[in-house]
C-alpha cells in the first residue's frame, strides 16, 4: 500500500482510497462498471503503477512571496505544500522543488484568495516520457512578466529540461484552473509543443493548452485496445460495407473528440480513410503535425464533434469517441444510433455519462469492454468498449 505522509497528517486527502489495498480497489472498480454496462466479455483490467505514474502536476500557488507552497488549499485557504506528491513522476518532484525554490528567490507573490490579491495562482507542469518539461505559470495579471522574464534564466539554468515555458493569464476570482490568453517566454529551437514519444512508437506533440490523459502508460494502453480491436474486425478488410459516394476499399474512421489526434494516428493504415475532429484548432495543428511527421495518411478537421457529425450525410465505418466527463450526450448519441455506422470505439472516463449515452442507442450493443485505472486510489478510472450494431 502506498504511504503518503501527507495523506497521514490529514493535509492531503485526495487520494480517497488510499487505505483500501490496490487489489481491493480494481475489483470495486470493476464490479461499478458491470453494475452500469452490460458487457458479455470483459477483458483483463489495465492496472499500470500506483505510484509515480502522474505526467502532469496542477498545483495551486500558496504561501507568502519568499515561503511559496505549491500544492492546494485547505479549508481557510491556507497553501499546503505537495511538491513531493507520491503520485507525480520523480522527475516533477524534483522540477517542482526547482520551480518552488525559483519562486521564493524572485518574491513573486502568490496570489491570496481570502484577500484578493496577489499574482500567481498555479504552476501547471508537464513530463515527457523523454523527460523533457513544459511550464505554464497562471497569474491574475500581466503586471509580473517583466520580473518572470528578467528571472527567467535562472530557471532554465536550474531546469535544463525545460522545453517550453509560458505565461497563462487568468484574471478572474474564482475556481478555474487557467485564462484564455497564452505569454510565451521560451521555446526550445522556437517550437511551443511538448513531443511525447509514446510506447507504441508514435509521437504526439503537445502544445500549452492541449489536452493529454495524465498516466502515459495508460494512454498507451488505451490506444493500443483501439488499435487491437480495429485489427480484429477482419470483415471490413476483407469485405468493406462502406456506402455512399466515397471510396468503399477503405475502411472509413472518425475520430471524435480526438484532441491532439492519439486515437486517429494509432487507427490510420493502408486501406484506411482516417478522420479526426476536434473543436481546438491548436490542437489540430499539433495533430497535422505528428501526421506529416509520422507519414501518417490521416485528416483533421477543427470544428464541434457533434455539429460535425450531424451536418454529415455520409456516415463513416467506424466512429471512435473519447469525450470529457459529461459524455457525448443525447444529440450525437441519437445520431449514432441512426446513422448506420456499423462499430463504435467508446472511451470513457466517467462510467455513469457512458451508461446514459449506451441507453440512448439500443441497436448498438457492447461486445467488449476494458477497465484501465488510470487514477489509483481515486473511484475514478477509464474504461473502454467497443460497440457493434
Known amino acids: ?62 504561501g507568502t512571496p519568499t515561503a511559496p507552497t505549491l500544492g492546494i488549499l485547505d479549508s481557510e485557504l491556507t497553501g499546503i505544500d505537495l511538491r513531493d506528491c507520491g503520485l507525480h513522476s520523480p522527475g516533477l518532484v524534483r522540477a517542482l522543488d526547482a520551480i518552488g525554490s525559483w519562486l521564493a528567490d524572485a518574491e513573486l507573490a502568490p496570489y491570496d484568495v481570502r484577500a484578493r490579491r496577489g499574482e500567481f495562482k498555479h504552476v501547471l507542469l508537464t513530463e515527457s516520457p523523454d523527460r523533457e518539461l513544459m511550464l505554464r505559470l497562471v497569474l491574475r495579471s500581466t503586471a509580473l512578466e517583466a520580473k518572470v522574464r528578467s528571472r527567467l534564466p535562472a530557471l532554465l539554468a536550474a531546469l535544463p529540461a525545460l522545453r517550453v515555458v509560458t505565461l497563462n493569464i487568468q484574471p478572474e476570482h474564482k475556481a478555474v484552473l487557467e485564462g484564455e490568453r497564452e505569454i510565451v517566454l521560451h521555446a526550445a529551437s522556437g517550437d511551443t509543443t511538448l513531443p511525447m514519444r509514446l510506447g507504441t512508437g508514435l509521437t504526439l506533440h503537445l502544445g500549452p493548452r492541449a489536452f493529454f490523459q495524465t498516466n502515459t502508460e495508460i ?92 451536418r454529415s450525410q455520409d456516415p463513416p465505418d467506424v466512429v471512435v469517441v473519447n469525450p470529457p466527463r459529461r459524455g457525448i450526450g443525447p444529440d450525437l448519441a441519437g445520431w449514432l444510433e441512426s446513422s448506420g455506422v456499423e462499430h463504435v470505439v467508446y472511451s470513457s472516463c466517467n462510467a455513469e455519462s457512458l451508461a446514459r449515452d449506451l441507453a440512448l442507442m439500443p441497436s448498438l450493443r457492447v461486445v467488449q469492454g476494458r477497465v484501465l485505472d488510470m487514477f489509483p486510489h481515486t473511484s475514478h478510472y477509464e474504461v473502454i468498449v467497443l460497440l457493434e450494431r
Request: aromatic share 8%; proline share 4%.
Open 1 to 62: 500500500m502506498l504511504e503518503c505522509r501527507h495523506y497521514d497528517a490529514l493535509r492531503c486527502r485526495s487520494c480517497t482510497l488510499l487505505e483500501v489495498p490496490r487489489a481491493r480497489q480494481l475489483l470495486d472498480k470493476e464490479a461499478h462498471v458491470r453494475g452500469l454496462v452490460d458487457s458479455p466479455v470483459w477483458l483483463p483490467t489495465v492496472a499500470g503503477p500506483e505510484a509515480g505514474f502522474r505526467n502532469k502536476a496542477k498545483m495551486v500557488v500558496g
Open 219 to 310: 494512454a498507451e494502453a488505451l490506444y493500443t485496445q483501439a488499435r487491437e480491436w480495429l485489427a480484429s474486425l477482419a470483415s471490413y478488410e476483407s469485405a468493406p460495407m462502406g456506402s455512399g459516394a466515397h471510396d468503399a476499399s477503405l475502411l472509413r474512421i472518425w475520430d471524435l473528440y480526438c484532441g491532439v489526434g492519439g486515437f486517429a494516428l494509432h487507427l490510420a493504415g493502408p486501406g484506411r480513410d482516417v478522420l479526426g475532429v476536434e473543436v481546438s484548432a491548436d490542437a489540430i495543428e499539433a495533430a497535422r503535425r505528428s501526421a506529416a511527421e509520422a507519414g501518417i495518411d490521416a485528416r483533421f478537421v477543427a470544428g464541434d464533434a457533434t455539429s460535425y457529425a450531424l
